[in-house]
């Protein structure tokens, strides 16, 4: 598998699973996976747990399976010998961290202070868990220490939900958001799978933030891009500028110097996050043929193999 890391920033969200009833434990995890989200921390608050852990890792093979509330390193390398992809701790405990960096298992520990956090770093880690983040300041506090801490990012939860997680989504400091949300009490107690599938795929439309970027048009030659780009700007007082292969009029229309992808020209999809944005799109089962960077290496354009309507479809990162 994947480093578990990774997958997390792929994934961008971290459902807890915290249920006293083991059995329903694999179905929760499943209803989420099944709404495009196949990770889950299931978090140790009391002696059910274990089992509950052991019963999503054996149901959901491939998907991503975390240990939460883990207080030490008894409680770590039982969770890591049950299959947990990964630890999630309160705090900063060096013992506990340092057992799962032999274990080769990444941790994320609570950390919401400098102090915490400067441990933090100094085991390695560049992940931290923010939490209670509603209580602690939230996103502005987060921003704030990722002044001092330019190295480091968060996993936020506490208080996160539809109406507020947005600003989260659009942050480079967030690693992934966490939180309960993602599992509503009322579809746990009832047993409404299909609710919390919903509720996971409505949380990754929100944590993708998928709008209208901007519509690419082939043109033959420079003069006429050039042409194009600056009858659109007159018509609708668009400033143009230019760039290597094309002009813009505005963040609205690109006109090409030469003719690109797609028999008309392309249009661009923004979202909060590329790499999020790719890992969901092929999940579910679609391809891309083409990426570039910029000159800093930060992916600017991810080109889906399918085309619509004589348009080539590409990711762009919001402007």
Partial sequence: MENALDLIEKIGLLPLVNVSDPEKAAPIAQALSDGGIAAVEVTLRDASAFESLARVRKALPNALVGAGTVHNVADA???????????????????????????????????????????????????????????????????????????????????????????????????????????????????????ISETASRAVDKLLGFTMGHVGVNCPTVDVARAAAQEFADIFRFNTREIDISFFAGSAVETMKKPSFGEHGHIAIATNSMKRAIYHLERRGYSFRFFKNNDKGEMIAAYITNEIGGFAIHLCVKY
Avoid: H
């Fill in 77 to 195: 390398e039982k969770a890591i010998d049950l299959g947990a992809d990964f630890i999630v701790s309160p705090g900063v405990c060096p013992e506990t961290i340092q057992f799962c960096q032999t274990r080769q298992t990444p941790i994320i520990p609570g950390a919401v202070t400098a102090t915490e956090i400067e441990l933090a770093r100094s085991l390695g880690l560049s992940v931290v868990k923010f939490f209670p983040s509603d209580v602690l300041g939230g996103l502005k506090a987060i921003n704030a220490l990722r002044g001092p801490f330019s190295d480091v990012r968060f996993v936020p939860t506490g208080g996160i939900n539809f109406d507020n997680m947005t600003p989260y989504a659009e942050s480079k400091s967030v690693f992934a958001i966490g939180g309960s949300f993602l599992t509503p009490n009322a579809a746990v107690a009832s047993g409404d799978w299909n609710a």
